[in-house]
Nanobody, 123 residues
Framework: QVQLVESGGGLVQAGGSLRLSCAASARTFSTYTMAWFRQAPGKEREFVAG????????DYADSVKGRFIISRDNAENMMYLQMNSLKPEDTAIYYC????????????????WGQGAQVTVSS
């Protein structure tokens, strides 16, 4: 099992940047595929980005491609999401998630979740 804790959310103006962090408890962190999802009020949880166990493969939602960068540090049991050129439509609660298999864009296929971090982008 793995426990996940997000940090780094906050309020930022449109065009600004934020960096989210996800700290994992498991010493087997490197065996998990990791991902970021987000959920805006009244909307379903949606995939943002995912990274495989070794970091060799990365996937981004079209809505964030070219603006967001996902990364992980297996030595520190950490995952990050660098968010640049933020837009008001990026406002949501951001969750980190883990699973044992390859990257999936479906939130139903992730068994481990953090508590979420609020990101608010003002216009």
């Amino acid at each position: 099992q793995v426990q996940l804790v997000e940090s780094g959310g906050g309020l930022v103006q449109a065009g600004g940047s934020l960096r989210l962090s996800c700290a994992a408890s498991a010493r087997t962190f490197s065996t998990y595929t990791m991902a970021w999802f987000r959920q805006a009020p009244g909307k379903e949880r949606e995939f943002v980005a995912g990274v495989t166990r070794s970091g060799s493969a990365i996937d981004y939602a079209d809505s964030v491609k070219g603006r967001f960068i996902i990364s992980r540090d297996n030595a520190e049991n950490m995952m990050y999401l660098q968010m640049n050129s933020l837009k008001p439509e990026d406002t949501a609660i951001y969750y980190c998630a883990a699973r044992l298999f390859t990257i999936s864009r479906s939130h139903d296929e992730y068994g481990y979740w953090g508590q979420g971090a609020q990101v608010t982008v003002s216009s």
